[in-house]
């Protein structure tokens, strides 16, 4: 729990959680997990590895798939239980207690910039999903542009209270650097960077 920067914040947040998403992202939350999941080619049947589920937000639109949400926040994830059959494990997303090779895929959103090694998480990522299997994130990366900056510092301030530690473009890229078909997009005015590939 040491490799986490707001865990205990989660303890109040997990209730409200879907509200505040959805106000923080200007009404694209549910067009932005739905763009995931598409991007990350998930099919009825696939065993998907929900990567700090929250409230499982991404679990909940898996249709037909054999979901294991993993989180560190027990708050979120018996908020998760009340709107997915999921299973679900309390684990640090730094050392996954999966075997390799284990995931049809796995997914990421809107977490990485609560760990404290998010190339090791997605390390994480990639050795518990099968080769050709893919690894999809989505996150809020850092900024460089004075507007982009201010458009962070809003977000950072109003939703993370200034816990969080946002990801760089170029490591995020770094950690798909051995993936195949690897797809980059952004949204919400390039604040939101989402990722995905396939492992060799």
């Avoid at 900024?143 to 900056?149: A, D, I, R």
């Amino acid at each position: 729990m040491k490799n986490t920067k707001s865990h205990d914040f989660f303890r109040y947040l997990a209730p409200i959680y879907d509200t505040v998403a959805r106000i923080a992202s200007f009404g694209r939350y549910d067009s932005m997990r739905r763009s995931l999941v598409a991007q990350a080619g998930i099919t009825p049947g696939d065993r998907v590895l929900d990567l700090a589920t929250g409230t499982g937000y991404l679990s909940e639109i898996l249709d037909g798939c054999e979901i294991v949400g993993a989180d560190i926040s027990l708050h979120m994830v018996n908020q998760a239980r009340k709107k997915t059959e999921a299973s679900f494990v309390l684990s640090d997303a730094h050392a996954l207690p999966f075997e390799s090779n284990s995931f049809d895929a796995a997914v990421c959103s809107f977490a990485m910039h609560e760990v404290r090694d998010p190339k090791k998480v997605m390390s994480e990522m990639f050795r518990v999903v099968k080769p050709g299997g893919t690894v999809a994130v989505m996150d809020v990366v850092l900024q460089f542009t004075p507007g982009k900056k201010m458009l962070l510092f809003a977000y950072h301030l109003f939703i993370e209270m200034l816990t969080a530690n946002y990801i760089h473009p170029d490591d995020l890229a770094d950690a798909f650097k051995h993936a195949d078909n690897v797809i980059s997009k952004t949204n919400m005015a390039g604040l939101v960077a989402q990722v995905s590939g396939k492992k060799k």
